[in-house]
Nanobody
Framework: QGRPVESGGGSVQSGGSLRVSCILS?????????MGWFRQAPGKEREAVAT???????TYADSVKGRFTVSRDNAKNTVYLQMNNLKPEDTAMYYC??????????????????WGEGTQVTISS
C-alpha cells in the first residue's frame, strides 16, 4: 500500500506559519482511512496532533485547536497540516501516519498502520 511521504516543515520564529504535506498511497486514499499527524519532541512521547478521515471529519489536540488546520486535496491524494501562530513548544519531528479500512478514526499512534519518516519543525522564540 505504500508508506506516507511528508514534505514541508522547516524553521520559523514564534508567531509564524508553516505547512506540512503528506502524500498517501492511492490505495489508502481510495479506501476508508484515518490519517493522523503526530509529533515527537526530544525526550517526550509521541502525541497526536490532528486526524482526518475519508469523510473529511477532523479532530485536533487541545494544544493546537484554533491554530492548526488539517485539510486534503483529493486530486493529489495529499493531506495538509497548516500551522499558524506557532510557538516554541510546537518544535518537534512531525509524522504523517495512516490506517486503512478502519471502522473509525482514532487519534492513537497504535492504531496507525503506515508511518512516514517525519519532517522537522523548529520554532524559535
Amino acid at each position: 500500500q505504500g508508506r506516507p511521504v511528508e514534505s514541508g516543515g522547516g524553521s520559523v520564529q514564534s508567531g509564524g506559519s508553516l505547512r506540512v504535506s503528506c502524500i498517501l498511497s492511492k490505495y489508502t486514499y481510495n479506501h476508508p482511512y484515518c490519517m493522523g499527524w503526530f509529533r515527537q519532541a526530544p525526550g517526550k512521547e509521541r502525541e497526536a496532533v490532528a486526524t482526518i478521515d475519508n469523510d473529511g471529519t477532523t479532530t485536533y489536540a487541545d494544544s493546537v485547536k484554533g491554530r492548526f488546520t488539517v485539510s486534503r486535496d483529493n486530486a493529489k491524494n495529499t493531506v495538509y497540516l497548516q500551522m499558524n501562530n506557532l510557538k516554541p513548544e510546537d518544535t518537534a519531528m512531525y509524522y504523517c501516519a495512516a490506517a486503512t479500512d478502519v471502522p473509525y478514526c482514532a487519534a492513537s499512534a497504535t492504531s496507525m498502520d503506515f508511518w512516514g519518516e517525519g519532517t522537522q519543525v523548529t520554532i524559535s522564540s
